[in-house]
Nanobody, 119 residues
Framework: QVQLVESGGGLVQAGGSLRLSCAAS????????MGWFRQAPGKEREFVAS????????NYADSVKGRFTISRDNAKNTVYLQMNSLKPEDTAVYYC????????????WGQGTQVTVSS
């Protein structure tokens, strides 16, 4: 069982930055690929970014490429999402998720953290 706890959300003006963190309660954090997803009001949850278990590969949604950076620190069991040049359309609840490296689906999810970008 993996518990994920996100933090770092808040209210920021357009053009500003936020850094989200997701702490995982597992001794085998390095066995999990990690991802960030978001869900805006009235919309389906969407993929934002992912990182492989040792951090050697990352992927991003087109809407955040060049503005967001995902990273991880396996010694701290934590994955991060640095969000720069924020736009009002980035407003959403952001979730981190964990996927065991042999599996194709994310099996563990955090409770989410709200990010609100004002114009």
């Amino acid at each position: 069982q993996v518990q994920l706890v996100e933090s770092g959300g808040g209210l920021v003006q357009a053009g500003g930055s936020l850094r989200l963190s997701c702490a995982a309660s597992t001794r085998t954090f390095s066995m999990y690929h990690m991802g960030w997803f978001r869900q805006a009001p009235g919309k389906e949850r969407e993929f934002v970014a992912s990182i492989t278990r040792i951090g050697d590969n990352t992927n991003y949604a087109d809407s955040v490429k060049g503005r967001f950076t995902i990273s991880r620190d396996n010694a701290k069991n934590t994955v991060y999402l640095q969000m720069n040049s924020l736009k009002p359309e980035d407003t959403a609840v952001y979730y981190c998720a964990a996927r065991y490296y042999t599996l194709s689906r994310y099996g563990y999810w955090g409770q989410g953290t709200q990010v609100t970008v004002s114009s």
